[in-house]
């Protein structure tokens, strides 16, 4: 039956040789050498069978045109869908959009291709024409061979899937087998490269075509993968990943359970199983695979794009969690190009949350947090990172909030603190949850496959289960970098190396602080307290401090974005915060500390804030005062906002701007102003006069000084009034306004045009010293000069003399040495009058 | 007649012997026209290409700099622009007619020569005395001994006297070719080939140190005399003594006093000879000189000054002797004006003046600036030349930076800001697109952040270009409205010194931090000097080890540190120093204003804790002594601005606060600061 099929099958002749115009084809010398040297290297071109080449290109005649047009069609519709389905096999790395290239499969199981339908018809017979051309024959050569291989193979595959062996095709492997093993001695190993991408691309093709009946062969691909030539397996990884990037289904395949064997099924049924119980046996050879190779450097990179692109595509897959193990080891990898790749799969996973119904964040959260505890927070700042981009619903905690007030929340509280070390709790109502779900698992798996929206209750549980993760890995940088400045402190120095998670994770608690839950806001607070206030001079060095200012700035933003977010509803004493500020802001160093972040804290504590105490905002006033007279432009006028906010908001400190006599206008507990103080209340600053401003009005950046006689103009107006406002900026845009980088990114401003009054100058000397003139006026010495003239002369004179006699003494000696040759000549005169004379008596 | 004669003899020659110079300016041309467009675009100044990207380079006698200038516009506009930091120079038809004569001047014969017997025995003695002398003498034995040998074959060999004749004849023949071949080899001074046939009788004449002075005597009694004309031929002579061995004029001279009686009588005595002829004043310029050219005068005493003036020019380019040159400078400068009369000689002039300028001898670099400055001032359509000439000097010889010639190089810039200043309006224009290319280069390497255009900031030239155009606006801030070109030279300073952080660049960075010290007191603006600072205060990381070998650590000759000496003493030692020098130079500038206690707030918390840290004993008493200092004035200023009884905003009362003090600058800092600025190295220039 099968065979019978077979015969009726109209066989297309092999893939031919790509297209080249006659005019290309140049046979080089080396070709030439090639067949006309060395009979062994046309063996192989004897050995061609004339026959089944010329079978191959006879079937095809007298059958219908129309058809084979068809097939024709087809086949070159397949070739462009499969060298764009792996465009990084192609030696010029092709790029396509894959979404253009790869045909789609309709409902129907037909294979739709979106472009490249015009401009065949030529090419086909471009192509029969093309058949006859010798440079070609490499390349067909191999094909020839190949093709027969892979189609019994994949024939193989279909008739075990339709249990009709054809017994018939098995010697003719054999025999294929054979010739293949003579030929293959003689191809060089570059030859058996080029073979095997042929292969490759020729199962890819097949692969592609049908997947169903073709699923076979991608164990071959997989063993040719096993190649001892690296870039064969790497071809073979790639050519791999873009098959199953093409065929994995939407669904994840689930394991057949014993009653379903047993359960006799219909042949379709049958098919299926087939197809994905190959499927993910070879999906899992791959990814075996792909972990072990991961370990071998040459193949370091390849295996991680691999695994990346296959986590990014298919992230509801079977295996996803090995997938995302091994993603998420490497976030912290040491090599720049792996690290960045894995960042950038773990983010888009988190954007692209629909393709896996938020399953995978939690699970990547999850294995962040256990990869962090295992290393003890000594990980690249990227691993952290990437919780920047996950993304929560605005309405999580409130809904909650309102469904369930009181239970589950209590117990995830717990369960977070608890988290540090790791001990879910295990009560009721979470188990039972988890009973539910499985259930509904088993039950409706079909439905959930089927609909790709999660219900609300889902997805929100999901998402709390992310963000306790979350927190715990935050909670556990915390306490981590606590401990550290606890004992280590004097271990060494090198602040921002010691906690390379803490300032990712920071930010990271600052962008979620709106989500964390108020029951642990206590501590939160204490321990960035602590954090923050690890400057103390008790005995302690600032330097052996281990953590860095920009840290400790963060620490304070954060305790206030946490405390502002929750609608400063807690009761929490947040005045050592505005002390570390104050003095935090004297231990501010431009290039070793981020300018933005003391901006920010600026911002955060003094700009946003509401009423501030009268002490300690005149405290600020005058220590952002003073430190804009040390400090660059940029950061300068971050201060100057900051101040200029501070007395609109709080009128009574304008009388810092007035000098009264005796100082200071207000009587407070301090009398002086104590400038070192470090306690804002302590320092007097009341009873100072903001001096300083004068001092800025002379600053060379015009904002600076505009800004401060802005600031001054304060002094005549009412309590209520404020003065025009200039710069509409809050303190972080200001500094970012004035930045260096800013200002060195701005294009250059058009040409400077200089007019200036003609004034010619008079001849007195601007730069020079008159002393150094002098000392030219002052003539040398006669004598000295008399001297140096006159031995300036006797050296010429002598040089001269000298050229006059070398030039007499080289003539007298060529004179002498002239004899010589006379003598010679002489000899020779006598020789030659001898010689006549002998000559002449003969 | 015979003047006539010798006229048309040293045409012809002229026209049929190429002479080296010759070819040479050939050559020269050809380059300028090689040089696509370039060249060409620098006839014809227009103000765009003027400091553009086009950079021409004319001067040959940098070909260091033509080598670095192929190697360093291999690629992007930026690499230009550092090239284009020089401004093009035109060097085209130079000495146009420089060979025009070469100064003989026909005698009077009623002028004697006369001889003195004395002197002749006198001459001989000093010749010998030295190395070169004794040589010859041995030569002259040599000589004879050969000779003798000679004498003996010949005699031997009669046979053999015909030979050698035969052979001699041939050789000449041979010669003769060769020369007809190469007599373009010899220098311009050829000419005197037909001098000899008009100049050979009096060349011939022995000049001795009677005829000198006899002639002197007659020429300062009156100028009018034609002893004028001996002495300029003999000064002529005098010149080129030593370019041709051969010539009839090395014998002219008797011996070195004579030599030495011309030259000085001849430098020192003819301006005022020239002017007594010319009846000008001595502050003539150049209008005067112009209308004169057409007067009958001129005519007559053309050929003597053009003489004086060519020669002159040669002497200098012959001399090598450092006091020798700084003399005939000082004595030419006084006719500066006459050369108003001949562009081409001026241009050739220049030259050499600019290549004296750069040498590193003091006086006769200052000699000759003295002498640029001169012909620039004097000459008005000399000044561009000078300019350009003078900057890319500057540039050139500012591009290694070593601890002997750091004086040298600030020296060339301040004569170069003097030049400068004689024409603002002019030189601003030159100001601001020298910086405009600075922010060029600093903003694509800001943008790169690559190693090479990193390092076309961290390199000498830049910095000093930068340097320059800020002793430029400090020195002429007060007159001019200078405040746009400031604002972008500021923006230069602080983009460097962003690029360059860490402890590595602290000398750069100390570089900089002086520029705006210098600029903000020129300026009276207020610069946060302490931000750049903080590095060096807070810098403490010495190693442990005793360091075996001492190295003295320069900063002035440094922009970066190498990182053995990173973690030495004496880096950290000339770091505070350096760093307490320009807090210094800083609360100083401030010490009398109103707030000066709030601006040394904050870097006296840091002068305090790095005193109680250093382990550096050295430092201790030097970092003491300013915090006492600062401490003190911060007192004084408090003390009086608490009896004062304006307020902040009020901004005459401000100003005016111890002005009087200021003035009298009696207070204790300013004490302090004048007597610690006096330790640090002379700056050699105007405190302003």
Redesign the interface.
């Known amino acids: 039956m099968g065979k019978r099929k077979d015969k009726n099958k109209v066989v297309l002749p092999p893939e031919l040789p790509p297209e080249v115009d006659d005019d290309e084809v140049d046979v080089s010398d080396e070709d030439i050498a090639f067949y006309a040297g060395d009979s062994k290297n046309v063996a192989p071109f004897r050995h061609f069978d004339q026959k089944s080449i010329d079978r191959y290109v006879k079937r095809v005649t007298g059958r219908d045109e129309g058809e084979v047009e068809r097939l024709y069609e087809e086949r070159q519709k397949r070739k462009a869908a499969e060298s764009s389905g792996r465009p990084r096999e192609e030696d010029d790395d092709l790029e396509v959009d894959p979404v253009d290239a790869l045909p789609i499969k309709t409902l129907q199981g037909d294979i739709v291709y979106n472009r490249a339908k015009k401009a065949r018809s030529e090419d086909n017979s471009s192509s029969v024409n093309s058949k006859s051309q010798e440079e070609g024959a490499d390349a067909k050569h191999s094909v020839k061979k190949d093709e027969p291989k892979g189609k019994s193979k994949i024939k193989k595959g279909d008739d075990k899937v339709k249990n009709t062996q054809s017994q018939t095709e098995i010697p003719k492997g054999k025999l294929h087998s054979d010739v293949l093993d003579e030929v293959k001695e003689e191809l060089s190993t570059e030859e058996l490269f080029e073979k095997k991408k042929a292969q490759l691309a020729e199962l890819g093709m097949a692969m592609l075509e049908d997947p169903e009946s073709n699923i076979r062969s991608l164990n071959d691909m997989l063993s040719i993968s096993n190649d001892k030539d690296q870039k064969v397996v790497k071809l073979g990884l790639m050519s791999l990943l873009a098959v199953f990037k093409d065929i994995i289904p939407s669904y994840r395949i689930r394991q057949l359970t014993e009653k379903e064997l047993a359960v006799e099924v219909s042949k379709e049924v049958k098919k299926t199983r087939y197809y994905e119980y190959t499927l993910i046996r070879c999906y899992k050879a791959y990814l075996q695979k792909l972990v072990s190779l991961e370990k071998q450097p040459q193949f370091y990179h390849v295996a991680v794009r691999c695994m990346c692109a296959l986590l990014d595509t298919a992230p509801h897959f079977n295996f996803r969690e090995s997938l995302l193990a091994s993603v998420v080891k490497n976030l912290s990898s040491s090599d720049d190009v792996v690290r960045k790749m894995c960042c950038e799969t773990i983010r888009s996973l988190f954007v692209n949350e629909g393709k896996h119904r938020g399953e995978a964040t939690i699970e990547a959260v999850r294995l962040i947090a256990d990869h962090v505890k295992l290393n003890d927070c000594q990980l690249h700042p990227d691993s952290i990172e990437v919780f920047l981009s996950l993304r929560f619903d605005e309405d999580l905690e409130k809904d909650e909030k309102e469904e369930e007030k009181v239970k589950p929340k209590k117990n995830k509280r717990r369960q977070n603190q608890e988290a540090l070390k790791q001990l879910p709790a295990s009560d009721k109502k979470k188990t039972r949850q988890e009973l539910i779900s499985k259930a509904r698992e088993e039950v409706d798996a079909d439905l959930r496959a089927v609909s790709f929206t999660l219900d609300p209750k889902e997805r929100k549980r999901i998402q709390k289960e992310t963000l306790s993760a979350l927190f715990e890995s935050y909670f556990r940088i915390l306490k981590h970098s606590m401990s550290v400045s606890n004992s280590r402190s004097k271990a060494n120095n090198a602040s921002g190396g010691l906690h390379p998670l803490l300032a990712p994770c920071l930010d990271g608690l600052g962008k979620f602080s709106h989500l964390i839950d108020l029951d642990f806001m206590g501590e939160l607070i204490s321990c960035l307290k602590k954090l923050s206030g690890y400057s103390d001079r008790q005995g302690q060095?600032p330097n052996d401090n281990t953590l860095s200012v920009s840290e400790r700035l963060q620490c304070c933003i954060v305790a206030f974005k946490v405390w502002r977010s929750n609608l400063e509803a807690l009761n929490v004493d947040l005045q050592d915060f505005f002390v570390q500020l104050y003095n935090l802001i004297?231990e501010y160093?431009?290039?070793?500390d981020r300018g933005e972040v003391l901006a920010d804290a600026l911002k955060t504590l003094l700009w946003e804030g509401k009423q501030q105490d009268m002490l300690r905002a005149a405290a600020f006033i005058k220590r952002l005062?003073?430190?804009?007279?040390?400090?660059?432009?940029a950061?300068?006028i971050a201060a100057l906002v900051t101040l200029k906010h501070l007395l609109q908001k709080n009128s009574k400190c304008r009388n810092m701007?007035?000098?009264d006599?005796?100082?200071g206008s207000l009587s407070c507990l301090v009398a002086k102003y104590n400038?070192?103080a470090e306690d804002p209340y302590l320092s007097g600053a009341l009873a100072s006069?903001?001096?300083?401003?004068?001092?800025?009005?002379?600053?060379?950046d015009n904002s600076v000084s505009s800004m401060a006689s802005n600031i001054?103009?304060m002094?005549?107006l009412n309590p209520t009034q404020n003065p025009v406002p200039i710069l509409n900026l809050n303190p972080l845009e200001a500094y970012r306004d004035l930045s260096?980088?800013r200002?060195?990114?701005k294009p250059?401003g058009k040409?400077?045009?200089?007019?200036?009054?003609?004034?010619?100058?008079g001849?007195e000397?601007?730069?020079?010293?008159?002393d150094?003139?002098q000392?030219?006026?002052c003539?040398?010495d006669k004598d000295?000069?008399?001297e140096?003239?006159?031995?300036?002369?006797?050296?010429?004179?002598?040089?001269?003399?000298?050229?006059?006699?070398?030039a007499?003494?080289n003539h007298?000696?060529s004179?002498?040495n002239?004899?010589k040759e006379?003598k010679k000549?002489?000899k020779k005169n006598r020789k030659l009058k001898t010689a006549r004379k002998k000559i002449a008596r003969v | 007649m015979a003047k006539k004669l010798g006229k048309k003899a040293r045409k012809f020659a002229r026209k049929n012997l190429q002479s080296a110079a010759k070819r040479n300016r050939k050559i020269r041309n050809q380059i300028n026209h090689r040089r696509p467009r370039r060249g060409g675009e620098s006839l014809r100044p227009a103000p765009a290409s003027r400091g553009g990207a086009a950079r021409e380079d004319g001067d040959l006698e940098a070909p260091q700099r033509v080598d670095d200038a192929t190697t360093m516009s291999t690629n992007d506009d930026a690499a230009i622009l550092i090239n284009g930091l020089e401004f093009p120079e035109d060097d085209f038809e130079i000495d146009a007619d420089f060979s025009d004569s070469d100064g003989y001047l026909s005698e009077d014969p009623g002028c004697p020569y006369y001889s003195d017997s004395e002197d002749c025995d006198a001459g001989k003695d000093c010749i010998m005395q030295d190395g070169l002398g004794r040589q010859n003498e041995d030569m002259n034995l040599d000589i004879k001994k050969q000779k003798k040998k000679l004498k003996k074959l010949l005699d031997k060999d009669p046979d053999f006297a015909n030979f050698l004749e035969k052979w001699q004849s041939e050789l000449e023949s041979y010669r003769s070719k060769e020369d007809s071949d190469e007599d373009d080899g010899m220098d311009s001074m050829d000419d005197d080939d037909d001098d000899s046939k008009d100049g050979s009788s009096q060349s011939a004449k022995i000049l001795t140190g009677k005829t000198i002075s006899e002639w002197s005597q007659l020429v300062s009694k009156e100028p009018k005399s034609p002893a004028i004309r001996n002495l300029l031929n003999a000064f002529r002579d005098a010149c080129r003594y030593g370019v041709h061995s051969d010539s009839s004029s090395m014998q002219r001279f008797q011996n070195a006093r004579v030599f030495y009686q011309i030259i000085t009588f001849v430098l020192s005595e003819s301006d005022n000879i020239f002017r007594g002829l010319l009846e000008i004043s001595d502050d003539a310029n150049k209008g005067q000189i112009m209308n004169l050219k057409q007067s009958k005068k001129w005519k007559t005493v053309d050929p003597l000054i053009k003489s004086y003036l060519q020669n002159s020019l040669g002497l200098l380019s012959q001399l090598t002797d450092n006091k020798i040159l700084a003399f005939v400078l000082t004595r030419l400068r006084a006719s500066v004006v006459l050369f108003s009369a001949y562009p081409s000689t001026s241009r050739r002039l220049l030259k050499i003046l600019f290549r004296l300028w750069a040498s590193g001898d003091q006086t006769l670099s200052l000699s000759a600036f003295l002498m640029i400055r001169e012909v620039a001032s004097l000459l008005p359509d000399c000044l561009d030349l000078c300019l350009t000439k003078a900057y890319n000097t500057y540039l050139a010889s500012t591009k290694l930076v070593n601890d002997r010639n750091t004086k040298h190089i600030d020296f060339l810039m301040n004569c170069l800001v003097e030049l400068l200043s004689l024409d603002v309006q002019k030189s601003s224009e030159r100001a601001v697109t020298s910086v405009e290319q600075l922010n060029a280069i600093l903003r694509q390497a800001s943008k790169t952040k690559e190693k090479e255009d990193l390092r076309k900031i961290d390199n000498w030239q830049y910095i000093n270009c930068v340097n320059l155009w800020v002793r430029f606006l400090c020195c002429n801030y007060k007159d001019y409205n200078l405040h746009p070109l400031l604002s972008r030279v500021l923006q230069v300073i602080r983009g460097v010194a962003h690029l360059f952080p860490g402890t590595r660049y602290l000398p750069l960075r100390l570089k900089l931090v002086r520029m705006l010290n210098e600029l903000s007191t020129c300026s009276q603006m207020f610069f946060p000097i302490p931000s750049l600072l903080f590095d060096c205060l807070e810098f403490r990381e010495v190693s442990q080890k005793a360091q075996t070998q001492k190295t003295r650590v320069n900063f002035s000759s440094l922009l970066k540190v190498p990182k053995s000496l990173l973690k030495s003493r004496e880096f950290q030692e000339q770091c505070i120093l350096s760093a307490i020098q320009v807090l210094s130079t800083h609360f100083a500038q401030w010490s009398y204003h109103v707030s000066f206690p709030e601006v040394a707030t904050i870097p006296l918390i840091l002068l305090k804790r790095l005193h109680e840290q250093t382990t550096i004993e050295s430092l201790h008493r030097p970092i003491k002594r300013l915090i006492d200092q600062v401490n003190e004035n911060k007192d004084f200023i408090e003390r009086k601005r608490e009896v004062a009884s304006f307020s902040p905003n009020d901004k005459a009362s401000v100003d005016s606060f111890l002005q009087d003090e200021k003035s009298s600058g009696n207070t204790s800092f300013t004490r302090f600061y004048a007597s610690v600025a006096e330790n640090w190295q002379p700056r050699g220039r105007k405190t302003l």
């Open positions: 060095i004297l160093r431009p290039d070793r005062a003073t430190f804009a007279l040390s400090f660059g432009s950061e300068a701007l007035e000098n006599s005796g100082g400038p070192e006069v903001l001096w300083e401003l004068s001092l800025l009005e002379k600053h060379y001054l103009s002094a005549n260096t980088e200002e060195l990114s250059p040409a400077l045009s200089l007019n200036l009054k003609k004034k010619r100058r001849k000397f601007v730069a020079l010293s008159p150094v003139i000392k030219a006026d003539s040398v000295v000069l008399k140096k003239l006159q031995s300036h002369f006797t050296v010429l004179r002598g040089i001269s003399e000298n050229e006059r006699l070398r007499e003494l007298t000696l004179s002498i002239m004899y006379y000549q002489k």
